[in-house]
C-alpha cells in the first residue's frame, strides 16, 4: 500500500518530551520529512532526513529512522505550549509515476497542556 | 518576499458552480502544485507542475483542472462544483522538484452546499 501511518493524537505535559511515530512504506525513499501545521496556517517544513542516516539532531529536535522497520519519529525536547500543532510525516517514493511527490500522512494532533 | 499566496481564503458556492482558486509565488519556484486537506485524511495531491507549460495529476484529480502559463501563477478550477469538494485547499511550491522545501500558502476553505 502507499499509506504512510501517523497516531492521530498525542497529549503531553509542558516540559516533558514529545515522541511522534510514523510508519512509511518505500523502503527506496531518498527524504522523510516533518512538516508543522499551526491552526488555521499552511505546513512548514521542520525538518528532513536521508535515508541513509540513523539520526539527525536540530536544537530541540532529534528525528531516528529504522530503514529496517520503516519507521520514523520526531522527538521534541521541552516540549512548550507553542509546539501544539498537527504533524505530518511525508515520504518521496521512488515506485513508477509518483514523481518524488510526497506522500503526507494523516498527521498527529500535538497537545501541550500547561 | 510574499512567498505563496492564496485568494480567496474563503470561498462558498452551490453546487453546480464554477470558480479559481488562485495561487501565487514570487521564489521562482518550477514545481507548484495543489493539495486538499480533509479531516482525518491528512493531505492529498490534486495536480501539480514542475514548470510553465508542464501540469500533471495527482492522486485525486478528478473535477479539477490547472494550467501553468507563467512560473508564477498556478490557478485551480472547479468545473462544478460539488459538496465532496468542500475542503481546505492548499498550494506549495518548490525550487526545482518536490523532494526541496515546500513552500505552503495560507489555504483557501472552501464550502459546497
Known amino acids: 500500500g502507499e499509506d504512510v501511518e501517523q497516531s492521530l493524537f498525542l497529549s503531553v505535559r509542558e516540559g516533558d518530551s514529545s515522541v511522534i511515530n510514523c510508519t512509511y512504506t518505500?523502503?527506496?525513499?531518498?527524504?522523510l520529512y516533518w512538516y508543522k501545521q499551526e491552526p488555521g496556517a499552511g505546513l512548514q517544513l521542520l525538518t528532513y532526513?536521508?535515508?541513509?542516516?540513523d539520526m539527525k539532531q536540530d536544537q530541540r529536535l532529534t528525528v531516528l529512522l529504522n530503514k529496517k522497520d520503516k519507521h520514523l519519529s520526531l522527538r521534541i525536547a521541552d516540549t512548550q505550549t507553542g509546539d501544539s500543532a498537527i504533524y505530518f510525516c511525508?515520504?518521496?517514493?521512488?515506485?513508477?509515476?509518483?514523481?518524488?511527490?510526497?506522500?503526507f500522512g494523516k498527521g498527529t494532533k500535538l497537545s501541550v497542556k500547561p | 518576499n510574499a512567498g505563496v499566496t492564496q485568494t480567496p481564503k474563503f470561498q462558498v458556492l452551490k453546487t453546480g458552480q464554477s470558480m479559481t482558486l488562485q495561487c501565487a509565488q514570487d521564489m521562482n519556484h518550477e514545481y507548484m502544485s495543489w493539495y486538499r486537506q480533509d479531516p482525518g485524511m491528512g493531505l492529498r495531491l490534486i495536480h501539480y507542475?514542475?514548470?510553465?507549460?508542464?501540469?500533471d495529476q495527482g492522486e485525486v484529480p478528478n473535477g479539477y483542472n490547472v494550467s501553468r502559463s507563467t512560473t508564477e501563477d498556478f490557478p485551480l478550477r472547479l468545473l462544478s462544483a460539488a459538496p465532496s469538494q468542500t475542503s481546505v485547499y492548499f498550494c506549495?511550491?518548490?525550487?526545482?522538484?518536490?523532494?526541496?522545501?515546500?513552500?505552503f500558502g495560507p489555504g483557501t476553505r472552501l464550502t459546497v452546499t
Open positions: 511525508a515520504e518521496t517514493p521512488n515506485y513508477g509515476g509518483s514523481q518524488g511527490n510526497l506522500i
Open positions: 518505500d523502503s527506496s525513499s531518498t527524504y
Open positions: 532526513i536521508f535515508s541513509n542516516m
Open positions: 507542475s514542475v514548470g510553465a507549460g508542464i501540469t
Open positions: 506549495a511550491s518548490s525550487y526545482s522538484n518536490p523532494r526541496h522545501e515546500q513552500y
